[in-house]
């Protein structure tokens, strides 16, 4: 997430062949097991002041599941992206084990898979692109009835001419070349992916690594064209401008002054506003992990917990340590601009280490929540959006990353899984399929 998760599995294109014949193996496998019979048993269970969030590395594909929960491959017609009240969804690394992966949403009786897709890992040359991982995904969730929301972020190396000594996303030099690829992505999967993501945490030079720093104009411009395409090509897909990292803070570079590396997400998102982002969205992407407060309590309520290892909403009270003040805030920020343009909340959850042997540097706050209350607040959250009123669509972060990780405790997208490093359901696994979805 942010300090927040950027997730998708980062399956590089030169290792997909491999990774295919194993996925091949795999599911074969997996036939067998689930004709078999799998034992079910009863289990449930993005920053510290700022965690950072990476993309899962997945240099060996993992085991199946083991302790897995039951799934029954029902198929279902695929939705349409038409209006609803709420969607609820689940990010997911989908790209291993695809069709397994989408029977465990459906099951959860989820409408919504979000699948991260890296442009970089995939695409070797302009108008290269190995799509066989992403084709699997979109096929196995329509066959299941879901509707797909693909998050793409990451130019590739050819289509950049800046990179510093840290290797981090960018955008393109030429967005010409960003549309041209978006325009691919519509027409191959035209009427069976339902919303698109433009970038992620663009307010972090982590996600936007350019010689001028994070631009809130730059953006826009970019967020433009990508509507433009888009809808002239499928007007059904829900575009979702990028969500920010709630970071609450502002920084730039020690050596150079005028590059800003991060930019305070409130700023940021009135930079958007006043460069009029909201002519090329039909939803604000938002994000937010609950760090180690519960999902309905504001940044100056007077809640207390002596418990709380991690103090940063006591010691240092911000809006961004707040899940409800920080959606809130967004809200007032559109409602302000005479909008009523919905968020789409395509990261959320609540963070436990529980069982995991550690927590990743800088997720402190992860020590303080068990796996109940994880499962208490995931639940919670996904009510109190849907009672809001101002969200369209809301993606729990996430599935099964623990377990197609590298399933060590440094890995900062595991402790918020709803499966463990053995794809074991965590206590929040069983609450969300038991939460009504009205």
Partial sequence: MSRFLSNAAGLSGRRLIVAAVVWAVMIIAGGFCLWWGFASPETTEEPATEPASTATDVTTSPPLPTNTPPIQPDVAPPGDAGPEAFGYGIAADALLLPEYTTIQVQNLGLGWIKQQLRWEDFSPGPGEMDWSGYDAVVDEANQH?????????????????????????APPDDFA?????????????????????VWNEQNLDREWDTAEGVSAARYVEMLRLAYQTIKSRDPNIIVISGALSPVGASATDPNNPARVIYLNDRDYFQQMINQGFLDYCDCVGAHHNGYNIPPDVRWNDAYQDDSATFRGFWDNPDISWSFRSTLEEYHNQ??????????????FGWASDDGLGGYPPGFEFAR?????????YDVQAFHLMREWGFVRLAFLWNLDYANKGPRTPDDPNAPYSIVDYDGAPRPAFGAIGAMDKP
Wanted: include cysteine; proline fraction near 4%; charge should be negative.
């Fill in 145 to 169: 009835g879901l509707k797909v929301m693909l998050s793409v972020v990451g130019a590739p190396a050819w289509s950049r001419s800046y990179f510093d000594s840290n290797p981090e996303a």
């Fill in 177 to 197: 070349d960003f549309t041209a690829f978006l325009g691919q992505l519509v027409d191959r999967y035209q009427g069976r992916i339902h919303a698109i993501e």
């Fill in 334 to 347: 559109i409602v302000a601009a005479g909008r009523d343009t919905p968020l789409c909340v395509t990261e």
């Fill in 368 to 376: 303080d929540n068990s796996l109940e209350e994880q499962a208490t």
